[in-house]
């Protein structure tokens, strides 16, 4: 009698790991039907490294073959000890492109760091991204770019400017004449122009 019990548990737990398999397999987001669940499920092992070679290695990895698994795991990185990993997440939750990055981003324009502030602009130029060209950027995101052109780093300043000429979001005309009026710099005001152009053509 025990031993048909223990036949019988066995089987169950045997059922039990093969429907668990079939579902792992025929999930969506499962190593079958999904090509970046093997190099995420990798990459964010190495995100938690005692290294921090390696975790900024897969933090960066992360932006090009994470999906929206890989944005919390991303967002925990923020936090990291290592200026380095840091910046790789931001720019991997801006190639991602999930909005639930956009309030943990901005304070980032405020970084000490120009190279920070920089990688924050960019990753949210991204952020205010669409295959609509028809759709309304996040206001947060227009907003803070806006504010980020008149940063004291030339990058910074540039790489806004970049982004919402990018987006293509009326809003920002107004900021970027005014900037081009007072700015001392050629090369802004290059930009500023290119920006311009490209907020025209996508809204006539």
């Known amino acids: ?23 792992l397999l025929s999930h ?15 990459l964010l092992r190495k995100l938690r ?8 290695y897969a933090a960066e990895g992360l932006g090009g073959v994470g999906g929206v698994n890989a944005v919390p795991p991303l967002i925990n990185a923020l ?20 909005v639930r990055a956009i309030d943990v981003l901005i304070p980032f324009l405020q970084d000490d760091e120009a190279d ?9 130029g991204e952020l205010g991204l669409s295959e609509d060209r028809f759709s309304t950027p996040p206001v947060e995101i227009i907003e803070a ?3 980020s052109i008149t940063d004291s780093d030339r990058g910074v300043c540039s790489a806004a400017i970049v982004a919402l000429g990018r987006i293509g979001n009326t809003q920002a005309v107004s900021a970027l004449n ?16 290119e920006a311009l152009h490209q907020i025209e053509e996508q809204n006539a």
Not at 1 to 23: G, P
Not at 118 to 123: F, N, P, S
């Open 178 to 193: 005014a900037l081009a009026e007072a700015t001392d710099s050629e090369w802004v005001r290059r930009y500023i122009s």
């Open 28 to 42: 969506r987001d499962g190593p079958v039907r999904n090509w970046r669940y093997i190099p995420t499920h990798l």
């Open 116 to 124: 920070m502030r920089c990688a924050a602009v960019a990753a949210l």
């Open 1 to 23: 009698m025990r031993r048909e019990t223990l036949d019988s548990s066995s089987n169950l737990s045997l059922q039990q790991k093969a429907r668990k398999f079939i579902k």
């Open 79 to 98: 936090n990291d000890n290592n200026s380095t990993v840091r910046r790789f997440a931001i720019s991997s939750l801006g190639r991602i492109r999930d």
């Open 145 to 147: 770019l806006i504010n």
């Open 49 to 56: 490294s005692e290294s921090a070679e390696m975790r900024a």
